[in-house]
């Protein structure tokens, strides 16, 4: 990283709510060229949602997201969609669509956003799934494959234009242990040979720890913690140990706490029981 050389991605004073909670409450950081950002914490606490803004894909409540030292969050789809072809994302889901086949899926940022040939795309989509160690499986629907499968697609699928930058939400998520050590291999090597930048959400304390140069704590909101692999391993706070050692006990409540839930009173309720006819269709 050059020190002059400006942020890849800076993230300035993000707020998003939903309903009178703040999911995400005034978060500030940049990522630089050639950098490996974790995101982690715990489940529910807003590592999707900073992403799905970080990608122009949600507008916050207030703050700022520039790409690229361009400004995402006031920027009209069409502009959106000319900054989408710099980065890849591998949603949480995989998000494949069902109707296409495997191939047809890695194949298709290459058809929307490239005028290259069908044997060109037939090649690289070749190249990319090979790269994830699923050769052989382009003519499968995503249905005919497992969800660890479904996420190697996917991650495929982001890397079809070659991006200079790759988001990715739980990338190693019901992967085996080989599996996950391959696809951490492939994020290594990419950051390194072609200085391709990453922001990974993760769980994997070992995958975490492999590839990133800097990782980020979320918690209520805000980052609890950032630093290098080794001062987050290091680090004396006890949130972040017992994150990082996956221990029960310890300051992380398991279940939000009873204000929290009053904050979730936006979401209108649903009656579970008297609506069995959504189930049963039939009641004798
Ligand atoms: N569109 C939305 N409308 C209302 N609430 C939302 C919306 N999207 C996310 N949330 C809320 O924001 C919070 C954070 O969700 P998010 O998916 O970002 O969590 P996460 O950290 O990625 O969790 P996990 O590790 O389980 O994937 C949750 O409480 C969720 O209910
Ligand atoms: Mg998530």
Do not use: W, Y
Request: proline letters at 5%.
């Amino acid at each position: 990283m050059k020190a002059n050389e400006e942020p890849i991605i800076e993230v300035t004073d993000l707020v998003r709510t939903f309903g009178d909670r703040a999911v995400l409450d005034d978060i500030s950081f940049n990522v630089h060229r050639g950098e490996t950002l974790v995101i982690m914490g715990g489940s529910g606490c807003g590592k999707s949602t900073l992403l799905r803004h970080m990608i122009g894909s949600m507008q916050p409540t207030s703050g700022s997201v520039k790409l690229f030292g361009e400004e995402i969050t006031t920027m009209k789809e069409h502009e959106i969609i000319r900054v989408r072809q710099r980065f890849g994302m591998l949603f949480q889901s995989g998000a494949l669509l069902a109707s296409l086949t495997v191939g047809e899926n890695v194949a298709l940022p290459l058809l929307q956003h490239t005028d290259k040939s069908v044997d060109e795309v037939e090649e690289i989509v070749k190249q990319k799934l090979q790269m994830v160690g699923l050769t052989g499986f382009e003519n499968l629907k995503p249905d005919e494959i497992s969800g660890g499968m479904k996420k190697r697609v996917g991650l495929a699928r982001a890397l079809a234009l070659d991006p200079e930058l790759l988001f990715s939400d739980e990338p190693t998520s019901g992967l085996d242990p080989i599996m996950t050590a391959v696809v951490d291999q492939l994020t290594l090597k990419l950051t390194h040979g072609t200085h391709m930048t990453a922001v990974v959400v993760s769980h994997d304390m070992t995958s975490a720890f492999r590839i990133a140069t800097r990782m980020i704590m979320l918690g209520h909101g805000n980052i609890v913690a950032q630093g290098t692999p080794d001062e987050i391993r290091t680090s004396s706070n006890p949130e972040v140990q017992q994150f990082i050692n996956g221990e029960a006990d310890g300051p992380v409540p398991l279940n939000l706490s009873q204000e929290e839930h009053q904050h979730h009173r936006h979401v209108k309720p649903r009656p579970l029981f008297g609506a069995r006819h959504r189930f049963h269709h039939k009641t004798p």
